[in-house]
Structure formats: structure tokens, C-alpha cells
């Protein structure tokens, strides 16, 4: 009986022969391997194989995985690492591929050999391939404050997409905050939102009325115009007297 094996390819010529016959075996590679020798029988590295039958003999053919360049990359490259990196795995062998962000990038997702954003494992295919990382560079947006008259604010620069910024208003003395116009703010301060786009945040600020009393000292002696009452601070009033003797203007803070 002549026996014949073998993994990664087949093998011809089997079977029952009378001694002495001569027999041929031959082997034939499967996609993604390579004949790599027989053993047994006395045969060699060479296929076929050529001998005459004078015993039970087993003859297996060797055969071995071929090896496949993998080109595994980052898409744009600063956007990320991809490992392993390129280089040659053995066919049907199961690559597990992971990749890592850098900052000011997102991943979206895997091509050529693995899909989507998941786990990336890769059965080695005949002739190799690529494994691709794709990445996208979050953009920069600009946040401009700007403060009215009457106090300042603070928080304007470069952020990248989605940074949360905090817009606080600073009233100068005689003034009160108004509230904010511009992006997401109104009248609370500070105004804390997410960025995702170019945005110019203004203060508001309102002068303070306070209290300007004005008489006559002594009363008989004359009359001021106007008279005594509130008004916004840093204003100017003119003041005008009728037949007077003395006069005496105070400014005091609203209680």
C-alpha cells in the first residue's frame, strides 16, 4: 500500500500496487502555501516523486504558509499609530490590529482589511493587503469677547472644537453688569458653553444712578435747578441758580 498526506495542499498516486510497481506522487500547493518537501518514502524536496513500490510506505507532502505584506498605516500620518506596524504575517494567521489617537485628531474608523470603529482582527489573505487608521483633525475655532463700556471681560482665544470656555464680566466701580449678547449668553455671568464655532461674546454694562442733592443754603437765599433727585453715574448736570446767596451740591450713593 502506498499512503499520502498532507496539509496546505494535496497529494496524488495513493493506493494499492503490486511490488515492484513504479509509482509517481505528486504534490500541489494550495493558495497561500508552498510545497516545501516530501518525507518519507524516500523521497526528497523534489515533486513529483518517482520510485518503485516494494513495501508498505507512507510518503507525506510538506507544505508551508507563505508569507504577506501587511501595510498598516495612520490616515492622515499625524493623526495617529496604528500596531503592529507594516510588515509581513504568515497566511491564515489572525493579526489582532489597535490603533491610538494623538491630540487634536478623532478616529473614525478602520479601512482596507477591517471596517468600522470596533476590534480590527485580521485573517492573513493571499497577497497580503492594508489596514488603514483613519483619523480627522478637530477644528480650531476663535472666541472673541469684547467688554463695553464699563467693565471687562475675560476667557477670548483659539480653542479647539467643543472646549468648554467660561466668559466671566467684571464691572468697573459706578457700573452694573447687564448681561452678555453674543453666542449662547444672556444675563448670567459667568457664561460657561461648548464651542463649535467662530463666536464674539460682548459684556454689557450699566452706569448706576445715584443720588445728586441740591438746595439752597439758606433756603430764602435762592433756588437751584434742577433740583435734588437720581441720576446715571458719570453724567454731567448743570446746575443753575436764582438769586444765590450760597449754594451746595452732594453726591451720595443710592442706600
Same mark, same amino acid.
Given at each position: 500500500?502506498? =499512503?499520502? !498526506? *498532507?496539509?496546505?495542499?494535496?497529494?496524488?498516486?495513493?493506493?494499492? @500496487?503490486? /511490488?515492484?510497481?513504479?509509482?509517481?506522487?505528486?504534490?500541489?500547493?494550495? !493558495?497561500?502555501?508552498? #510545497?516545501?518537501? #516530501?518525507?518519507? +518514502?524516500?523521497? *526528497?524536496?523534489?515533486?513529483?516523486?518517482?520510485?518503485?513500490?516494494?513495501?508498505? %510506505?507512507?510518503?507525506? !507532502?510538506?507544505?508551508?504558509?507563505?508569507?504577506? @505584506?501587511?501595510?498598516?498605516?495612520?490616515?492622515?500620518?499625524?493623526?495617529?499609530?496604528?500596531?503592529? *506596524?507594516?510588515? #509581513?504575517?504568515?497566511?491564515?494567521?489572525?493579526?489582532? $490590529?489597535?490603533?491610538?489617537?494623538?491630540?487634536?485628531?478623532? &478616529?473614525?474608523?478602520?479601512?482596507?482589511?477591517? /471596517?468600522?470603529?470596533? !476590534?480590527?482582527?485580521?485573517?492573513?489573505?493571499? +497577497?497580503?493587503?492594508?489596514?488603514?487608521?483613519?483619523?480627522?483633525?478637530?477644528?480650531? $475655532?476663535?472666541?472673541? =469677547?469684547?467688554?463695553?463700556?464699563?467693565?471687562?471681560?475675560?476667557?477670548?482665544?483659539?480653542?479647539?472644537?467643543? %472646549?468648554?470656555?467660561?466668559?466671566?464680566?467684571?464691572?468697573?466701580?459706578?457700573? %452694573? &453688569?447687564? +448681561?452678555?449678547?453674543?453666542?449662547?449668553?444672556?444675563?448670567?455671568?459667568?457664561?460657561?458653553?461648548?464651542?463649535?464655532?467662530?463666536?464674539?461674546?460682548?459684556?454689557? #454694562?450699566?452706569?448706576?444712578?445715584?443720588?445728586?442733592?441740591?438746595?439752597?443754603?439758606?433756603?430764602?437765599?435762592?433756588?437751584?435747578?434742577?433740583?435734588?433727585?437720581?441720576?446715571? @453715574?458719570?453724567? %454731567?448736570?448743570?446746575?443753575?441758580?436764582?438769586?444765590?446767596?450760597?449754594?451746595?451740591?452732594?453726591?451720595?450713593?443710592?442706600?
Amino acid at each position: 500500500d502506498l =499512503t499520502v !498526506a *498532507g496539509t496546505g495542499g494535496s497529494v496524488s498516486a495513493g493506493g494499492t @500496487y503490486p /511490488s515492484g510497481t513504479q509509482v509517481t506522487v505528486t504534490a500541489t500547493a494550495n !493558495a497561500g502555501y508552498t #510545497f516545501s518537501g #516530501f518525507t518519507g +518514502g524516500g523521497c *526528497g524536496a523534489s515533486s513529483p516523486c518517482v520510485f518503485n513500490l516494494t513495501a508498505d %510506505t507512507t510518503v507525506t !507532502a510538506n507544505f508551508t504558509a507563505n508569507p504577506y @505584506y501587511i501595510n498598516s498605516y495612520a490616515d492622515p500620518a499625524p493623526g495617529g499609530n496604528v500596531t503592529p *506596524g507594516p510588515g #509581513f504575517q504568515t497566511f491564515g494567521a489572525t493579526v489582532a $490590529y489597535t490603533q491610538t489617537t494623538n491630540a487634536g485628531y478623532v &478616529f473614525t474608523g478602520w479601512s482596507g482589511l477591517c /471596517s468600522g470603529t470596533g !476590534a480590527c482582527n485580521v485573517v492573513v489573505p493571499v +497577497g497580503g493587503g492594508s489596514v488603514v487608521a483613519n483619523y480627522t483633525a478637530i477644528p480650531n $475655532y476663535t472666541l472673541t =469677547t469684547v467688554a463695553g463700556t464699563g467693565g471687562t471681560v475675560s476667557a477670548g482665544g483659539t480653542y479647539q472644537s467643543g %472646549t468648554q470656555v467660561t466668559v466671566t464680566a467684571t464691572a468697573n466701580a459706578g457700573y %452694573t &453688569f447687564s +448681561g452678555f449678547t453674543g453666542g449662547p449668553c444672556g444675563g448670567t455671568n459667568p457664561c460657561v458653553f461648548n464651542l463649535t464655532a467662530n463666536t464674539t461674546v460682548t459684556a454689557n #454694562f450699566t452706569p448706576n444712578n445715584y443720588y445728586l442733592n441740591t438746595y439752597a443754603d439758606p433756603a430764602p437765599g435762592g433756588t437751584v435747578t434742577p433740583g435734588a433727585g437720581f441720576h446715571p @453715574y458719570g453724567s %454731567t448736570v448743570d446746575r443753575k441758580s436764582t438769586r444765590l446767596n450760597s449754594s451746595h451740591v452732594a453726591l451720595s450713593r443710592m442706600p
